[in-house]
């Protein structure tokens, strides 16, 4: 948890992580928690690189969840990590006791950390926020993040008073979310290495970075991990410019990611990308038709959902053209192909090169005529070849589910 620096014997703080941590959503059914879905997600955030989990945050809609579906996800997202990456569970709340009591049940079943959001409604003091997080640290062995959002809680997390929790053993690190670069400075100048920051703004990661942050706390990492992996970890190397680069390559997605209240945008995004019971709880409700185009047309420059197309013409095409080809004799391969059927390939040829290059490089390549239609092994290849590509670039139910 703690060692000591030569330089004066100063206690510095081990980090929790690294890198990108995504604030993951949490996935609902009209009735509970749709446990398949997380099982995708937590999946595919692994595979593409991201650094930690963090689950029963902001992001994953902890406060319209009752304790008992609480503890469900914190303990089958733990599970199924499998300890390939840290798992951080929110445990905030504006009880303290309640937070005790949630924190140990965390640590109970393996978390690796908490991220504790300031008490809401009750409006403390910066004394009060001291004695909560004090209390807290006391009960728990856990390395805690402290989460700072005065935009949601009406109360912020003062200087001053991050350097009296940095000197708590196991009080490692902040999320800053304030949105104020000159306060998240003054944290730096005080705490140093004893409070760790992560940005808690997907807008001000270089930023924040560049003030000795170690990383980001994401909701842009729901849809693209690996590229904010990436960005963090160019940044960290050295690669500045392209990190630069990629910050101000995102602002403009971040920006429709927030055009209405966090996670309506991106459990958006998600449904677009193919994944189920991206529904959010009332008092949230459905994104707006106006915004989603927005952030549709955001995500397409970004090349997120090429899979939407996908889903909306690809799929029915592809299933026209495998029962085509599937009810052709493998003995007969007509001189000329019908004219639907060309029309028919041809338009699965021209949405998938407008829906992902990687996908269509391989695949339209293969398509050089009409008369390579004719051959009844060629339209099976083609099939197979198309559906193989898809799973490859992008995991969907849609399309497992087709095949």
Known sequence: MIYKNIYGGIVLKKNIFIGCGTALVTPFTEDGIDFDTLKKLIDFQIQQGTDALIILGTTGESSTMTLEEKKQVAKFAIDNVHKQIPVIVGAGGNNTKAVIE????????????????????????????????????KNTSLPIILYNV???????????????LSKIPNIVAIKEASGNISQ??????????????????DDQTLPILSLGGIGVISVLSNIAPKFVHNMVFDYLSGNYTLAKDSQIKSISLIDSLFCETNPIPVKSALSMMGYDSMRVRLPLVTMSLEKQKILETEMKKFNLIWFLLTKRGCICNLFLLKSYSSSMSPKISPNKPSKHLVALTCSIKSSIASIHPCVSFSIISSIKSSSMISSIYFLRGFCRSVSTALLMAVPSTDIVNAW
């Open 184 to 201: 998240i400075a003054k944290i730096a100048s005080l705490c140093g290495d004893n409070l760790h920051i992560y940005s808690g703004n």
């Open 150 to 164: 005065p935009s949601r809680t009406g109360l912020n997390i003062e200087p001053k008073t991050c350097l009296e």
């Open 102 to 137: 949630f924190s140990k049940y965390a640590e109970s079943i393996g978390a690796d950390g908490l991220l504790l959001v300031t008490p809401y409604y009750n409006k403390t003091t910066q004394n009060g926020l001291i004695m909560h997080y004090t209390e807290i640290a």
